[in-house]
């Protein structure tokens, strides 16, 4: 199992300010994956985060907005740059391993920001 | 096409019922199956894989695979009120990388 430490839990923001999350997991992982999930929404991959490259990011998400770092196999951060209204929201960082009931995807506690 | 998609719900159900649950995705290739269930506030926790065809049992819990028609479902047997929630679908592409569906919020009514 991986056990994921994330912060801030969550945070109220200024419209055009930047926050930066983070996301420390308690083993190494090849691939660290971020996920928004908008209020009654699903989650939706924002990008994925490989130690020693760019990360991938999914349509819709361009890094100028969402820039992210990988500076090594254990820690990662995703920032939500010039905040408007829109991107409050959940965001849960996210690896893949080897749980009791086999491959799982193990959860952050979630950042719960909102921008006013 | 949604890489997943399952019933929108809400789905409300009495106590001690049977829940019914369902999923569809897209890419034929996929291998791994997953349910989360997932509290108000609170991260997704797995409750049940299924990688191969049939039915999978773990306690009150029925994951359903049909890879022919794309096809995944949960039953909850014996509902119980600490069992609404949102159950999300998911599915594993590629890369590891987890494909949600958007969730059917269940309630179970006492």
């Known amino acids: 199992s991986a056990v994921i430490s994330q912060k801030p839990s969550r945070d109220i923001c200024q419209r055009g300010t930047s926050l930066t999350i983070q996301c420390q997991v308690d083993?190494?992982?090849?691939?660290m994956f971020w996920y928004r999930q908008q209020p009654g929404q699903s989650l939706t991959l924002i990008a994925t985060?490989?130690?020693?490259?760019?990360?991938?990011?999914e349509s819709g998400f361009v890094i100028d907005k969402f820039p992210i770092s990988r500076p090594n196999l254990t820690f990662s951060t995703l920032t939500v740059s010039n905040m408007s209204p829109e991107d409050s929201s959940i965001y849960l960082c996210s690896v893949v391993g080897q749980g009791a009931l086999g491959t799982e995807a193990f959860f952050g506690q979630g950042t719960r920001l909102t921008v006013v | 096409q949604k890489e997943v998609e399952q019933n929108s719900g809400p789905l409300s159900v009495p106590e001690g019922a049977i829940a019914s649950l369902n999923c569809t995705y897209s890419?034929?290739?996929?291998?791994?199956f997953f349910w989360y269930r997932q509290y108000s506030g609170k991260s997704p926790e797995l409750i049940m894989s299924i990688y191969s065809n049939g039915d999978k049992e773990d306690g009150r819990f029925t994951a359903q695979l049909n890879k022919a028609s794309q096809y995944v479902s949960l039953l909850i047997r014996d509902s119980q009120p600490s069992d609404s929630a949102t159950y999300l679908c998911a599915v594993n592409v590629y890369n590891n990388d987890m494909r949600f569906g958007a969730g059917t919020r269940l309630t179970v009514k006492p």
């Open positions: 890419d034929r290739v996929s291998q791994s």
């Open positions: 083993s190494q992982v090849t691939m």
């Open positions: 985060a490989n130690q020693g490259s760019e990360a991938t990011y």
